[in-house]
């Protein structure tokens, strides 16, 4: 496990960016694995730059999104869909049929997402985020280490957490869809950012804790090629 410790968000987005570029520009076919919430939106903000700038292309670019919530249209503001097209898809040159976020409508049969990923050679680079509860993708507490793509409950603490991006609490879907957590450990490498004092305690469990489902991101130290990206308050719990 590389561990990079950097000074806030910002810089953090411009190390992550920077380590995508260097995939793409190895391999410009790769597929990527990607993430929505709050902290990679200044990795997409530095790829948008550097697509700006024509240091990168994306036209070649597959990429495979961590989850949807269940029940959301991809066309309502607050989906998963509708947040990458917004932050990322629509600035760059990517093929919009090149990008793929679970759908939060047809959940019959969630594993068909894994054979999906599977059949398109899968993922190079998975970006995550971190739960405050540990959670990676929506794997919230409790989710078995050998899950493929399923539908989960989210915790009360995740629907409090993300309720700042809904008008009211009430309106967070209880469940989602989410690339299990045997989905991601199958990626060849693993990119995760955390910034935040609240992510500091998760941070802990996930480099130094007991490997154990009640802190799903422990799973990463079997992980063979993991870089984690932190700030010093998400580091502030380390030893
Ligand atoms: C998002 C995802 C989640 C978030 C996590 C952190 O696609 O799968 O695991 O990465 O909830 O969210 P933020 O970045 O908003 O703190």
Do not use: W, Y
């Given at each position: 496990m590389k561990i990079i410790k950097v000074k806030n968000n910002q810089e953090a987005g411009i190390q992550a960016a920077q380590i995508i570029l260097e995939k793409i520009h190895a391999n410009p076919g790769c597929i990527l694995g990607l993430a929505t919430g709050s902290t990679p939106i200044t990795t997409y903000q530095n790829l948008i730059q550097a697509y700006e700038h024509k240091?990168?292309?994306?036209?070649d670019v597959i990429t495979f999104n961590l989850d949807e919530y269940k029940g959301?249209?991809?066309?309502?503001?607050?989906?998963y869909r509708f947040f990458m097209n917004n932050e990322l898809f629509d600035h760059i040159d990517i093929k919009i049929e090149n990008t793929h976020v679970p759908s939060g409508l047809h959940t019959q049969n969630p594993a068909l997402y894994d054979q999906k990923i599977h059949k398109a050679g899968g993922i190079d680079l998975q970006l995550l985020g971190l739960g405050v509860?540990?959670?990676?993708?929506?794997?919230?507490?409790?989710?078995?280490?050998?899950?493929?793509t399923h539908v989960v409950d989210l915790d009360p603490s995740t629907i409090a957490v993300n309720a700042?991006?809904?008008?009211?609490?009430?309106?967070?879907?209880t469940q989602a869809i989410s690339m299990g957590l045997k989905t991601i450990m199958n990626a060849k490498q693993i990119l995760l950012i955390a910034t935040g004092t609240n992510k500091a305690e998760a941070i802990a469990h996930l480099i130094n804790?007991?490997?154990?489902p009640n802190w799903?991101?422990?799973?990463?130290?079997?992980?063979?090629n993991v870089v984690i990206i932190i700030d010093e308050a998400a580091g502030s719990m380390l030893k």
């Open positions: 240091q990168v292309s994306f036209k959301l249209n991809p066309t309502n503001p607050q989906s509860n540990g959670h990676i993708g929506f794997n919230e507490p409790g989710t078995a280490f050998d899950s493929l700042r991006f809904f008008d009211s609490i009430d309106l967070v879907p804790g007991e490997i154990t799903p991101c422990s799973i990463l130290q079997q992980h063979p």
